[in-house]
């Protein structure tokens, strides 16, 4: 039980941490004023992303002001367009996205692609994991492939809307084990909390969604976390990874920050310093830890090549899925 | 700890001074944005998580949840008096209410809401204190099939609203049903009806199509007959809040009008129009006074319906109190408030935070009370607006209809929609089409598609799951008794009368 | 769908009365053409679902297409307003000072800021509602907008249409703070 004093003592102990960076932060060159441009409503993860850095960067003194800008719709298909025409050269401003557009646009069958901006830094990224009710008979991934395999319908898994990111892993996993992509037996609910009751009350075999998800339920006994899709065993996670399963599937949800088309070379190296900077404070390592958001920090020609390699991989397994 | 041992901790929460002025800026906030459509609290609480860098977390969650329900309350206001839905689920607030309003018993019809709501509130809030545990285990064993079952018992409830003539209706309903397909299908990621334009992909807001077809409808299709016509406003007929006739009635409404709101709210995928629906058609169905539905608006219709949107604002809290699921976006919103404290909203949220949900629980209780003592006294002030002339209440009523769809997204499509949604409005109006059965159309009508996809695909292709399954036979046979047994009782009745007049 | 609605209540104004009906009704099996034809066209991935995107919307077309050939009968039989109903005649002026009022506010919205274009919105909508104090409700319309554009502003930060009268007043409660 946290009491009130407690609460205080530790506002009190962030606000004296923020102080103390005051003069540290001073030495970089201030923006006056950030244009952050979200094309997600309020509360979402990528909106939650760019008031975390706005946090951020005002506590650390390389911001003056932030105005934030939400065009919500479509898995940001709705505000890709405004973006790149309405603030065409426009230095000092960011658009904060990440594989969700990616996806969305192949699906959506936009005509504009997110390579079209200039990208700056992916920040931050959530691995997704693969989980059962306690009950399941599926004791690991490999349980979980091998019923696959033998009728892929018997295997109804649950997740968010078709086409997003827990679809593409599903349908990652699917390939992997050899079972075509389109075959599986997936359950789309709108949102996290229907799909998660579905799986708590074994509506269904099997569940997808952002690690994070399942954590507390996973802490209360109710779920079993089959697979984790990161790279490497992550610490104080108690799941193996698909790969050590045999399994050849890694997949982040990652969310970074673009420019707008046509800024110049100063304004992106410089917006690529500011991010840089920002994602190396022990500020923005207490955000990422209170929200469960894994670091992943690449910035510029890096992050490019990344994100030109993303959207093939992308494309390709939505195609498998039959979205693109 | 206990229901009781809680409760007490928790009003010790949120009786301090400082949480009882959160709590009242929360309420006061709450019913300002409540009145506005197109600004629901999950986007108020949005654009306050802010706040959360700045205030303790118990100031924070009782700020947000004096929000929540100021906005159940401040939705009603603008459906009675101005035939203008706050939110979604004061849709079918507005039916009756609004014809009160015009018909002199404005005050009774937001003096039942409020005190429905406050009734509702504070029932539903001793749910959560009490029931929680077992109501979310009763509400998990609802999947796919069952919600598809609850979804088929809904529509019966469009018999209540379908006028004077069953084909107009059921045109209205068809159109609903349409309208509520449009945008991108969930369950296999494809474009249907949007036209290529993108702000289509996810639908179109029903708020956008109830303001459209109620508020600037009634508006054209009052200027269209304003010159000839005798139908004005009576502000005021009668005494200002409830007559004892009227308390009578709404009792019953509103114990009811609780219990169906509850539990469905408590349903992660039940949410807060379905109460509204059935409460509707139960009233209708049970009243003494049916001559007035439709007519001259029925106290009953307002008190039930009411009761359940407030009551199922209870219910959502359940899952995510005692599982940490966010069943709605208002829900959702307040989970990710917990996570910037660093608290994991979870099934053990109540054992690692008791003094932050108990605290969350007392502050429900006093923002009623907060609520309840805000409205009443104001009721006067808002009949008043009644008196407001013709042209200057018509002409205030869509710009503020406009505020509320162009000013929070600054869609020119949704300005559009609502404008020709407006036209079709006032055609439906001109040539006898009922408005309601659009609204229970779009809302259900992608409900019961989804559901019964999900639970197809669940089932592999079985379609006898929907029998099979207990919870599910058992609704859908209560769904068609709904439709068959009236009409069994009404022959009865009628070849009684036969013999009856034979002998 | 807009053209159809539109279309209709032009000519439900102009017709004669059991025409209006008939128009109504074949604007419904209008609309159940167009819904069939672009259910029919909804691409179906072969993504593993036992019941498609195009069932219910199929449906949802048969419905209206149904119901509305009910309606074209019943027209046609000689319509089901009554005669009170079928004589009323609408006030075309009216409703088209409140119509221009709408448009001209779509139009107005993004490049006049949001309280101008509820002015010119207003003031139609008084004058079609018969009102002649043209500058009076210009200042109530305007009043009310100001109102609740700073009501947004300043109290939820939400920017709901910012214009020339927006920023001037913006300017000048800055100018106003920074003495």
Same mark, same amino acid.
């Given at each position: 039980m946290i009491s009130r004093r407690h609460f205080v003592a530790g506002m009190a102990g962030a606000g004296a941490l923020a102080a103390g960076l005051g003069p540290q932060a001073a030495q970089a060159q201030t923006v006056d004023l950030l244009k952050m441009f979200i094309p997600a409503a309020p509360g979402g993860g990528w909106d939650q992303t760019g008031r975390s850095i706005e946090a951020v960067l005002r506590a650390t003194g390389a911001v003056n002001g932030v105005q934030i800008t939400n065009v919500p719709g479509a898995g940001g298909a709705v505000g890709l367009p405004q973006f790149l025409n309405n603030w065409r050269g426009q230095g000092n401003s960011l658009m904060v996205a990440g594989m969700v557009m990616v996806g969305s646009l192949i699906a959506n069958k936009? %005509?504009? #692609?997110?390579?079209q901006t200039v990208p700056i830094a992916r920040l931050t990224g959530e691995f997704l994991a693969l989980a059962v009710p306690t009950?399941? %008979?599926? #004791?690991d991934a490999k349980d979980f492939v091998a019923a696959l395999k033998a009728d892929p319908t018997k295997v109804p898994v649950a997740g968010g809307s078709a086409g997003g990111s827990d679809h593409i892993m599903l349908g990652m996993i699917a390939k992997a084990a050899g079972v075509p992509a389109a075959r599986v037996s997936y359950v789309a609910f709108a949102g996290g909390g229907p799909a998660m009751a579905a799986l708590l009350g074994a509506q269904v075999a099997a569940g997808v969604s952002g690690y994070g998800e399942f954590a507390e339920q996973v802490k209360a006994g109710k779920l079993r976390v089959l697979a984790i899709s990161a790279d490497k065993r992550q610490d104080g996670i108690d799941a193996p990874t698909l790969k050590e399963q045999g399994i050849d599937v890694e997949l982040f949800n990652w969310r970074g920050v673009f420019a707008p088309p046509g800024v110049s070379d100063a304004d992106r190296a410089a917006m690529v310093a500011m991010i840089s900077k920002m994602a190396a404070t022990p500020q923005w390592a207490e955000v990422c830890k209170q929200r469960d958001w894994t670091q992943i920090t690449l910035a510029g020609d890096a992050y490019k090549t990344f994100l030109d390699a993303e959207v093939t991989r992308i494309e390709g397994i939505l195609k498998d899925l039959g979205l693109a | 700890m206990d229901g009781i041992n809680g409760l007490i901790t928790g009003f010790g929460v949120a009786l301090t001074p400082m949480n009882l002025l959160w709590c009242l800026v929360g309420t006061t906030l709450g019913t300002a944005i409540g009145v506005l459509p197109g600004l629901g609290p999950a986007l108020t609480i949005a654009l306050l998580l802010p706040i959360t860098f700045k205030v303790e977390p118990q100031a924070a969650f009782i700020l947000f949840a004096g929000i929540y329900y100021g906005a159940m309350y401040g939705g009603s206001t603008t459906s009675i008096l101005l035939n203008t839905p706050g939110e979604s689920s004061s849709i079918v607030t507005s039916m009756e209410g609004n014809k009160m309003a015009r018909n002199g018993r404005a005050g009774a019809a937001l003096a039942t809401a409020a005190i429905g709501s406050f009734v509702a509130g504070t029932i539903g809030t001793l749910g959560i204190a009490f029931l929680a545990p077992v109501v979310v285990d009763w509400a998990l064993k609802f999947g796919p099939a069952e919600y598809f079952a609850l979804m088929i018992l809904a529509f019966t409830t469009v018999s209540a609203v379908l006028g004077s003539s069953a084909v107009r209706g059921l045109t209205a309903l068809f159109f609903g049903i349409w309208l509520g397909l449009i945008g991108i299908d969930l369950q296999t990621g494809q474009a249907r009806f949007t036209f290529g334009v993108q702000e289509l992909f996810d639908g179109i807001n029903v708020i956008v199509v109830a303001v459209g077809l109620f508020a600037v409808g009634e508006t054209l299709y009052n200027a269209a007959t304003y010159k000839n016509s005798e139908t004005k406003i009576t502000p005021l007929k009668g005494s200002l809040l409830m007559t004892k006739l009227e308390w009578k009635r709404s009792i019953g409404p509103w114990i009811r009008g609780t219990l169906f709101g509850f539990p469905i709210g408590a349903?992660?995928?039940?949410?807060?129009e379905i109460p509204t629906f059935l409460s509707y058609y139960t009233e209708k169905k049970l009243t003494k006074y049916p001559e007035e539905f439709g007519t001259t608006g029925a106290i009953e219709g307002v008190a039930g319906p009411e009761a359940a949107n407030n009551a199922s604002a209870a219910g959502v809290l359940v899952p995510m109190l005692t599982l940490g699921l966010p069943t709605s976006a208002t829900a959702a919103i307040m989970l990710s408030a917990f996570q910037s404290y660093g608290i994991n909203p979870g099934p053990l949220l109540l054992q690692t935070q008791p003094a932050l949900v108990w605290g969350l629980i007392a502050s429900l209780f006093i923002g009623n009370v907060m609520l309840l003592v805000l409205n009443l006294p104001l009721i006067g002030l808002w009949v008043k607006m009644l008196q407001i002339p013709a042209p200057l209440l018509y002409a205030g009523i869509l710009v503020f209809a406009t505020i509320g769809t162009y000013g929070i997204s600054q869609s020119y499509i949704d300005l559009i929609l609502l404008y020709v949604v407006g036209i079709i409005g006032y055609l439906m109006r001109r040539y006898d089409f009922p408005t309601a059965p659009v609204i229970i159309g779009m809302i259900l009508g992608p409900l019961a598609e989804q559901n019964f996809r999900q639970a197809m695909t669940i089932s592999a292709g079985d379609w006898t799951v929907f029998f099979t399954r207990p919870l599910s036979l058992t609704i859908i046979v209560i769904a068609v008794s709904l439709v068959i047994v009236p009409k069994i009782y009404s022959m009865a009745k009628e070849s009684q009368r036969r013999q009856s007049l034979a002998r | 769908m807009t053209g159809d609605g539109g279309s209709n209540q032009r000519g439900a104004a102009d017709a004669a009365p059991a025409t209006g009906d008939l128009l109504v009704a074949l604007g419904v099996v209008g609309l159940a053409a167009v819904v069939l034809w672009q259910a029919w066209v909804i691409p179906v991935s072969p993504i593993y679902a036992k019941v498609g995107p195009t069932l219910v919307p199929i449906m949802a077309g048969l419905g209206l297409l149904v119901f509305g050939a009910a309606l074209v009968v019943s027209a046609l039989r000689?319509?089901?307003?009554?005669k009170d109903e079928k004589a009323i005649t609408p006030d075309r002026l009216a409703l088209g000072w409140v119509l221009g009022g709408l448009a001209l506010n779509v139009l107005t919205i993004g490049p006049l800021g949001f309280t101008l274009a509820s002015v010119l919105l207003f003031v139609c909508v008084t004058r079609g509602f018969g009102s002649r104090q043209l500058l009076r409700d210009a200042a109530i319309g305007g009043a009310f907008a100001l109102v609740a554009y700073l009501g947004f502003a300043k109290t939820?930060? $939400?920017? $709901?249409g910012a214009g020339l009268v927006e920023n001037g007043i913006e300017w000048l409660i800055a100018t106003v703070r920074g003495r």
């Open positions: 936009s %005509p504009l #692609k997110i390579t009950a399941s %008979p599926f #004791k | 349903m992660p995928a039940g949410g807060a | 000689g319509g089901w307003q009554t939820l930060n $939400i920017n $709901i």
